[in-house]
Protein backbone atom coordinates (compact mmCIF):
# COMPACT_ATOMS: atom_id res chain seq x y z
CA UNK A 1 0.00 0.00 0.00
CA UNK A 2 3.60 2.34 0.87
CA UNK A 3 4.62 1.19 -2.67
CA UNK A 4 1.38 2.12 -4.45
CA UNK A 5 1.00 5.84 -2.83
CA UNK A 6 4.77 6.55 -3.26
CA UNK A 7 4.48 5.42 -7.28
CA UNK A 8 1.13 7.71 -7.28
CA UNK A 9 3.14 10.98 -5.02
CA UNK A 10 6.05 10.72 -7.68
CA UNK A 11 3.58 10.86 -10.43
CA UNK A 12 2.00 13.67 -9.24
CA UNK A 13 5.25 15.73 -8.96
CA UNK A 14 6.05 14.64 -12.22
CA UNK A 15 2.94 16.17 -13.66
CA UNK A 16 3.47 19.26 -11.52
CA UNK A 17 6.93 19.65 -12.83
CA UNK A 18 6.19 19.53 -16.49
CA UNK A 19 3.02 21.72 -15.68
CA UNK A 20 5.72 24.34 -14.40
CA UNK A 21 8.11 23.89 -17.09
CA UNK A 22 5.13 24.46 -19.57
CA UNK A 23 4.19 27.57 -17.90
CA UNK A 24 7.30 28.89 -18.23
CA UNK A 25 7.44 28.65 -22.30
CA UNK A 26 4.28 30.15 -22.18
CA UNK A 27 4.93 33.07 -20.13
CA UNK A 28 8.32 33.17 -22.10
CA UNK A 29 5.62 34.04 -25.51
CA UNK A 30 5.93 31.30 -27.36
CA UNK A 31 6.29 27.18 -27.01
CA UNK A 32 9.63 25.52 -27.44
CA UNK A 33 8.30 22.87 -29.94
CA UNK A 34 6.97 25.44 -31.64
CA UNK A 35 8.78 25.89 -35.58
CA UNK A 36 9.20 30.03 -35.36
CA UNK A 37 10.85 29.57 -32.20
CA UNK A 38 13.58 26.56 -33.61
CA UNK A 39 13.98 28.94 -36.79
CA UNK A 40 14.74 31.54 -34.41
CA UNK A 41 17.14 29.42 -32.54
CA UNK A 42 18.97 28.56 -36.08
CA UNK A 43 18.65 31.98 -37.38
CA UNK A 44 21.19 32.51 -34.03
CA UNK A 45 23.02 29.94 -34.05
CA UNK A 46 24.00 30.38 -37.79
CA UNK A 47 24.17 34.38 -37.66
CA UNK A 48 26.69 34.40 -34.77
CA UNK A 49 29.16 31.47 -35.66
CA UNK A 50 27.81 28.87 -32.96
CA UNK A 51 26.51 25.34 -32.76
CA UNK A 52 22.45 25.03 -32.46
CA UNK A 53 22.83 23.41 -28.69
CA UNK A 54 24.60 26.34 -27.37
CA UNK A 55 21.78 28.46 -27.80
CA UNK A 56 19.77 26.14 -26.22
CA UNK A 57 22.33 25.93 -23.50
CA UNK A 58 21.77 29.73 -22.70
CA UNK A 59 18.12 29.72 -23.27
CA UNK A 60 18.17 26.80 -20.30
CA UNK A 61 19.97 29.45 -18.29
CA UNK A 62 16.52 31.41 -18.01
CA UNK A 63 17.75 34.30 -20.38
CA UNK A 64 14.59 35.46 -22.15
CA UNK A 65 13.98 34.43 -26.05
CA UNK A 66 14.58 38.43 -27.16
CA UNK A 67 17.84 38.44 -25.46
CA UNK A 68 19.34 35.90 -26.88
CA UNK A 69 20.84 37.62 -29.95
CA UNK A 70 22.11 39.67 -27.10
CA UNK A 71 24.01 37.55 -25.55
CA UNK A 72 26.00 36.62 -28.37
CA UNK A 73 26.46 40.00 -29.77
CA UNK A 74 28.08 41.19 -26.84
CA UNK A 75 30.04 37.94 -26.82
CA UNK A 76 31.38 38.11 -30.51
CA UNK A 77 32.20 42.06 -30.12
CA UNK A 78 34.01 40.92 -26.80
CA UNK A 79 35.48 38.32 -27.81
CA UNK A 80 34.52 36.10 -25.01
CA UNK A 81 32.63 32.90 -24.44
CA UNK A 82 28.81 33.42 -24.43
CA UNK A 83 28.96 31.47 -20.87
CA UNK A 84 31.47 34.48 -19.65
CA UNK A 85 28.26 37.00 -20.79
CA UNK A 86 25.85 35.14 -19.38
CA UNK A 87 27.65 34.73 -15.64
CA UNK A 88 27.78 38.40 -15.14
CA UNK A 89 24.43 38.86 -16.64
CA UNK A 90 23.04 36.92 -14.12
CA UNK A 91 24.73 38.43 -11.26
CA UNK A 92 21.97 41.03 -11.47
CA UNK A 93 23.42 43.56 -14.03
CA UNK A 94 21.68 45.43 -16.77
CA UNK A 95 22.78 44.51 -20.19
CA UNK A 96 24.77 48.19 -20.01
CA UNK A 97 26.68 47.20 -17.16
CA UNK A 98 27.63 43.68 -18.71
CA UNK A 99 28.49 45.93 -21.80
CA UNK A 100 30.84 48.06 -20.16
CA UNK A 101 32.06 45.86 -18.07
CA UNK A 102 33.16 43.71 -21.51
CA UNK A 103 34.83 46.66 -22.89
CA UNK A 104 31.66 47.94 -25.03
CA UNK A 105 30.40 51.08 -25.46
CA UNK A 106 26.99 52.56 -26.83
CA UNK A 107 28.57 53.17 -30.07
CA UNK A 108 28.75 49.28 -30.49
CA UNK A 109 24.96 49.09 -30.61
CA UNK A 110 24.28 51.75 -32.74
CA UNK A 111 22.41 50.78 -36.24
CA UNK A 112 21.50 53.02 -39.29
CA UNK A 113 18.26 53.91 -39.55
CA UNK A 114 16.58 57.23 -41.27
CA UNK A 115 13.68 57.11 -40.01
CA UNK A 116 13.57 57.15 -36.65
CA UNK A 117 11.09 54.85 -34.58
CA UNK A 118 7.63 56.03 -33.09
CA UNK A 119 7.12 55.40 -29.38
CA UNK A 120 9.94 53.95 -27.14
CA UNK A 121 11.43 52.17 -29.79
CA UNK A 122 13.17 55.42 -31.22
CA UNK A 123 13.64 57.12 -27.74
CA UNK A 124 18.03 55.07 -28.09
CA UNK A 125 17.53 57.30 -31.56
CA UNK A 126 17.34 60.53 -29.54
CA UNK A 127 20.41 59.79 -27.40
CA UNK A 128 23.00 59.41 -31.00
CA UNK A 129 21.25 62.22 -32.37
CA UNK A 130 21.91 64.58 -29.35
CA UNK A 131 25.17 63.88 -29.05
CA UNK A 132 28.43 63.65 -31.48
CA UNK A 133 29.50 60.74 -32.85
CA UNK A 134 32.74 60.56 -30.51
CA UNK A 135 30.80 60.46 -27.28
CA UNK A 136 28.69 57.85 -28.74
CA UNK A 137 30.29 55.21 -26.39
CA UNK A 138 29.53 57.06 -23.30
CA UNK A 139 25.57 56.90 -23.96
CA UNK A 140 23.53 54.81 -21.31
CA UNK A 141 21.49 52.89 -22.88
CA UNK A 142 18.31 50.95 -20.92
CA UNK A 143 17.61 46.95 -21.45
CA UNK A 144 15.14 47.69 -24.05
CA UNK A 145 17.37 49.81 -26.03
CA UNK A 146 19.76 47.33 -26.07
CA UNK A 147 17.46 44.63 -27.29
CA UNK A 148 15.75 46.35 -29.81
CA UNK A 149 18.90 47.59 -31.50
CA UNK A 150 20.39 44.21 -31.33
CA UNK A 151 17.23 42.20 -32.53
CA UNK A 152 16.84 45.04 -34.95
CA UNK A 153 20.68 44.50 -36.29
CA UNK A 154 20.11 40.60 -36.38
CA UNK A 155 17.28 40.68 -38.48
CA UNK A 156 18.98 43.22 -41.08
CA UNK A 157 21.71 41.55 -41.20
CA UNK A 158 20.19 38.17 -41.78
CA UNK A 159 17.94 39.33 -44.38
CA UNK A 160 18.79 42.76 -45.67
CA UNK A 161 15.76 44.07 -44.41
CA UNK A 162 15.71 47.80 -43.70
CA UNK A 163 15.96 48.88 -40.00
CA UNK A 164 12.66 51.08 -40.89
CA UNK A 165 10.94 47.95 -41.78
CA UNK A 166 12.23 46.10 -38.93
CA UNK A 167 10.76 48.42 -36.69
CA UNK A 168 7.47 49.14 -38.22
CA UNK A 169 6.85 45.26 -37.37
CA UNK A 170 8.04 45.00 -33.72
CA UNK A 171 5.59 48.25 -33.51
CA UNK A 172 2.61 46.41 -33.99
CA UNK A 173 3.54 44.73 -30.57
CA UNK A 174 5.11 41.43 -31.88
CA UNK A 175 8.09 39.97 -30.07
CA UNK A 176 11.25 39.71 -32.23
CA UNK A 177 10.69 36.00 -32.59
CA UNK A 178 7.66 36.95 -34.23
CA UNK A 179 9.95 39.49 -36.06
CA UNK A 180 11.86 37.13 -37.32
CA UNK A 181 9.63 34.79 -38.52
CA UNK A 182 7.91 37.29 -40.15
CA UNK A 183 10.82 38.62 -42.16
CA UNK A 184 11.92 35.07 -42.51
CA UNK A 185 9.15 33.62 -44.96
CA UNK A 186 8.52 37.09 -46.47
CA UNK A 187 12.04 36.62 -47.93
CA UNK A 188 11.55 32.96 -48.93
CA UNK A 189 7.97 34.08 -50.41
CA UNK A 190 9.97 36.29 -52.81
CA UNK A 191 12.29 33.44 -53.43
CA UNK A 192 15.13 35.61 -52.47
CA UNK A 193 18.13 33.01 -51.13
CA UNK A 194 18.49 33.66 -47.38
CA UNK A 195 22.27 35.43 -46.61
CA UNK A 196 23.45 35.10 -43.45
CA UNK A 197 26.21 37.71 -42.32
CA UNK A 198 29.08 36.43 -40.20
CA UNK A 199 31.56 39.37 -39.65
CA UNK A 200 34.35 39.12 -37.38
CA UNK A 201 34.13 42.67 -35.31
CA UNK A 202 36.60 44.80 -36.57
CA UNK A 203 37.09 42.80 -39.87
CA UNK A 204 34.57 44.43 -41.52
CA UNK A 205 36.84 47.26 -43.35
CA UNK A 206 39.42 44.88 -44.06
CA UNK A 207 36.98 43.08 -46.09
CA UNK A 208 35.85 46.01 -48.29
CA UNK A 209 31.89 44.99 -47.03
CA UNK A 210 30.10 48.07 -44.88
CA UNK A 211 27.80 46.99 -42.22
CA UNK A 212 24.97 48.08 -40.87
CA UNK A 213 25.91 50.99 -38.18
CA UNK A 214 29.74 50.40 -38.74
Same mark, same amino acid.
Given at each position: ??????????????????????? =????????? @????? $?????? &??? @?????????? =?????? &??????????????????????????????????????????? =?????????????????? *?????????????????????? &????????????????? *????? %??????????????????? %??????? $???????????? $?????????
Amino acid at each position: MKKVSALFLAAIIGVLGWVTIAG =AQVNAGISI @TDDGI $KSFYLA &IGQ @TYNVPEREVY =AVRERR &IPDEELPVVFFIARRARVEPKTVIEFRLGNHSWFEVSRHFGLG =ADAFYIECREVPKGPHGK *AFGYYRNRPRSEWKDIRLGDDD &IVNLVNVRFVMDRYHYP *AEEVF %RMRESNRNYVTVHREAEKG %RNKDGEK $KKVVVAEPGKEK $KQGHKRHGD
